[in-house]
Structure formats: structure tokens, C-alpha cells
């Protein structure tokens, strides 16, 4: 018995820290494609394409026809804490992008074989780098980037183990795409599983899409409201309690255009549907919250899914009366769609 002998305090081996880093950052093949897909938005894309294989065991591509990167910096594009979007404690704070850690594939890289093929416009051509190989070398392609995945955790069985069925996480995967999607209108979005194509959003007005995110049943059954200074406002589409569902599953909320899922939003609303949605039914939104940066800390999880709020109680507040007002007015002018 007794305690195991002490061992000296070592360094981890860079590999290791990643994969540590990874199991975080990299849950299931959802992950890899939201973060895959944010980067192309970083890089001002205006089309984006995602290919999905077994359920992006096999692999996963997003390809964007953003500003690319330089030959020179593939490598350091799968370096950890590497990142052209933040270089200091001050550009933190004011983040616009959707990445600054600089970790996301690195981590991938480190449980997956990633290929990068880009070009900036002002290149002779592509290049493309794998992070199995030594270095960059030239390679056929347009303006902008593919990143592709291979064999996610082949090299990490114990990982590997938990992910469901193909076909589980390919749904997993396409519903990363949505959430995405949805706070960016202004970017055509396809997505092929199996080299089937099961998803195309061209690019428009957002209550196209944002309707697109709430389905059909509320084509006709939904109200949409834009309400609050520029400083703490809530727009967005609400369906109307004359449609409900069995389950939470068309429920988007965005704070400054990322996705979130938040105790203190989501219970704003849930409260504010409660007069009109009897017991276990549930509403179905698209909300999107802006606030000042200053305000709310998006620095809180590596995924990045959480955030903190200065103020928390008046978030509640202005999200709780944007939504109990916009669906009473609704109620005021067709009572003969009220409920009960
Ligand atoms: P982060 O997004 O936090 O900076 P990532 O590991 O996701 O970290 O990406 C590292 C860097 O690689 C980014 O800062 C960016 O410069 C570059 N990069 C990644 N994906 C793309 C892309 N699709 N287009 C252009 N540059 C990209
Ligand atoms: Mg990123």
C-alpha cells in the first residue's frame, strides 16, 4: 500500500499538451467543423462549402473563398498560440473575430491529419500543406482555403469511443453549420454528407434565414422584433405559441453573432413564453442579442459556447420584455390565435 513514490515535476511533451488541450476544443466532429467554419468567416468569406464523411470520422472539409493564408504561415497556422487576429491584452478585450486563442487546429492537428491548401490573391498559385509533411508545396487552387481532416481520433481510440453512429454526428455536424449560418446571412453556406447534399443556404436577408432555423411549421407563425439602443438590443424571430414543440431543438441565441447557450438568456425567454406555452411544450426562436463588448466576456470556455455577462440582471431584463411584449402585442392583434 501507501502512496505511489514521488516522481519530478517534468514539462508535458508538446504533443501531449495539445492532446489535453484538444479534448476541449475538439469534442465530437461538430467541434472541428464550427471551428473550422468560424475561421473561414474570419477570413471574410463570402461563400463556404462542407463536406462531410462518416460522419466526418473519415473527413471533413470546409473549403471558403476568404483572403487566404501566405505559404509561409501554413505552418504556423497549426502551431498552438499562434494567431493573426489579437496581439494583446487590449485587442482581447475588443475582439471581433470569432477566434483569438489560436489553438483550434493545432488541437485538431494533434488528434487528426489536417491538410491546408490556400492561396492569397496576390499568389502565383496555391499551396498546400499537410501536417504529416515537412513543408509547403505548390498546389492547383482559387483564392481562399480548404482545410480538410482525416481519420479525427484514429490516433486516440479511448476518444474515438465515445462518438456515436456516422450518422449521429453528421447531424451533429450539420446542426454546427446551422448555428453558424443563421448570424450570417450574408454568406452562401452548402454542406454534402456522403457526397450528398443536404444543405443550401444562399446568401440573403436575415429573416430568411433566421425562418430557415425555425422551420416550416412557422412560416406563417412567427413575429419578428428589433427592439433596444445599440447598446443592449434584442432582434430576431420569435414563433408564435400557436406552433410548439415537443422538444428545445429550434432554440438560437446569439450574443454579438455568436452562438451561445446561456442559463440567463435562455431563462429570459423561457419566462416570457410562459404565459402562452402550457407545460412541456417548448418555444422555438432565433434571438440575437447585441451588447457592448465591453460588457460581456466571451473569454470564459475554449469552445467558446459560454459567456459571462457585467450585468447579468439586465440582460434578463431587456431580453425578458423584448420577447413578453413583441408576443402580446402578437396575441393583441389575432386573439383568434391565442392559445387555451
Ligand atoms: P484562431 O482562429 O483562434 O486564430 P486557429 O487555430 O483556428 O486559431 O487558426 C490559426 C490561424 O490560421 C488564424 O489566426 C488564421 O490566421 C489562419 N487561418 C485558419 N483558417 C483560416 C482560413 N479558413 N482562412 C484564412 N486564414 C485561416
Ligand atoms: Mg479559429
Given at each position: 500500500g501507501g502512496p505511489a513514490p514521488r516522481r519530478p515535476i517534468r514539462p508535458l511533451p508538446d504533443t501531449l499538451v495539445s492532446q489535453i488541450a484538444a479534448g476541449e476544443v475538439v469534442e465530437r466532429p461538430a467541434s472541428v467543423v464550427k471551428e473550422l467554419l468560424e475561421n473561414a468567416l474570419d477570413a471574410g468569406a463570402s461563400r463556404i462549402e462542407l463536406r462531410i464523411e462518416e460522419g466526418g470520422m473519415r473527413r471533413i472539409s470546409v473549403s471558403d473563398d476568404g483572403g487566404g493564408i501566405p505559404a509561409g504561415e501554413l505552418a504556423l497556422a497549426l502551431?498552438?498560440?499562434?494567431?493573426?487576429?489579437?496581439?494583446?491584452l487590449e485587442e482581447l478585450e475588443r475582439?471581433?473575430?470569432?477566434?483569438?486563442?489560436?489553438?483550434a487546429l493545432a488541437s485538431i492537428a494533434s488528434v487528426a491529419r489536417v491538410r491546408i491548401t490556400s492561396r492569397t490573391a496576390d499568389a502565383p498559385h496555391a499551396s498546400v500543406r499537410d501536417s504529416a509533411a515537412s513543408e509547403a508545396v505548390p498546389a492547383a487552387g482559387t483564392t481562399g482555403t480548404t482545410v480538410e481532416v482525416f481519420d479525427l481520433y484514429s490516433a486516440t481510440p479511448a476518444r474515438r469511443k465515445f462518438l456515436k453512429t456516422p450518422g449521429t454526428e453528421a447531424a451533429h455536424c450539420i446542426e454546427a453549420l446551422r448555428r453558424v449560418a443563421l448570424a450570417h446571412p450574408g454568406v452562401a453556406f452548402s454542406a454534402w454528407v456522403d457526397g450528398r447534399r443536404v444543405e443550401d443556404f444562399g446568401a440573403g436577408a436575415w429573416q430568411e434565414r433566421a425562418l430557415g432555423g425555425l422551420g416550416e411549421d412557422y412560416a406563417r407563425a412567427h413575429r419578428a422584433i428589433d427592439t433596444g439602443p445599440p447598446t443592449l438590443g434584442v432582434s430576431g424571430l420569435l414563433g408564435l405559441p400557436t406552433v410548439s414543440r415537443?422538444?428545445?431543438?429550434r432554440q438560437f441565441f446569439y450574443v454579438n453573432g455568436r452562438f451561445v447557450r446561456d442559463r440567463v438568456l435562455m431563462h429570459a425567454v423561457r419566462q416570457a413564453y410562459a404565459d402562452v406555452l402550457h407545460g412541456d411544450r417548448h418555444a422555438a426562436y432565433v434571438l440575437f442579442l447585441r451588447i457592448d463588448?465591453?460588457?460581456?466576456?466571451?473569454?470564459?470556455h475554449p469552445a467558446k459556447i459560454e459567456v459571462r455577462f457585467r450585468d447579468s440582471q439586465a440582460v434578463h431584463r431587456a431580453v425578458f420584455h423584448a420577447v413578453r411584449d413583441a408576443l402580446r402585442a402578437s396575441a393583441a392583434e389575432h386573439p383568434s390565435l391565442a392559445p387555451g
Open positions: 502551431t498552438r498560440h499562434a494567431t493573426s487576429k489579437i496581439g494583446s475582439v471581433g473575430t470569432l477566434g483569438f486563442r489560436g489553438e415537443a422538444r428545445a431543438d463588448p465591453a460588457l460581456v466576456d466571451v473569454n470564459v
